[in-house]
């Protein structure tokens, strides 16, 4: 731990000790965010070396729960003369894949894939 005491260091001691602490702050903050960059990309190329998206989760095992959730978000253009409509909706759906897991990286609560990323988890 380092101690500083500040005692008559004027305005131009006080700025370069703000310098110093802000030095030491992005160093630390840089080589941490390189740590868990480097942690995620491992995770990801260790995720993705033995997975075959063509296979569902479980597979020869037990099946797969599934839950589906759909939410309508909007409703317009409505034709009664032509019978339809527009919709905006948003669809999720959840499930657990055990071939996915990862341990736990700290400083990360989830990871989230890159549209290209996602597309390696189902043929």
Avoid: C
């Avoid at 070396?49 to 095992?61: A, E, K």
């Avoid at 019978?83 to 669809?91: A, E, G, N, V």
């Avoid at 657990?96 to 700290?106: T, V």
Wanted: charged share 25%; aromatic share 8%; proline share 3%.
């Amino acid at each position: 731990m380092l101690r500083i005491e500040l005692k008559n260091i004027g305005n131009a001691g006080f700025l370069a000790l703000i310098a110093f602490v802000q030095s030491v702050i992005s160093e630390n903050t840089d080589t941490s965010s390189m740590r868990i960059t480097n942690e995620v990309s491992k995770t990801l190329e260790d995720m993705f070396r033995n997975h075959d998206g063509r296979l569902r989760p479980n597979f020869g095992g037990p099946p797969v729960k599934v839950s589906v959730s759909i939410h309508i978000e909007a409703l317009s253009a409505v034709s009664e003369a032509n019978m339809d409509f527009t919709t905006s909706i948003f669809y999720r759906e959840t499930w657990n894949d055990p071939r996915l897991s990862y341990k736990k990286i700290e400083g990360i609560k989830k990871i989230l894939l890159k549209l290209d990323e996602g597309r390696k988890l189902w043929a």
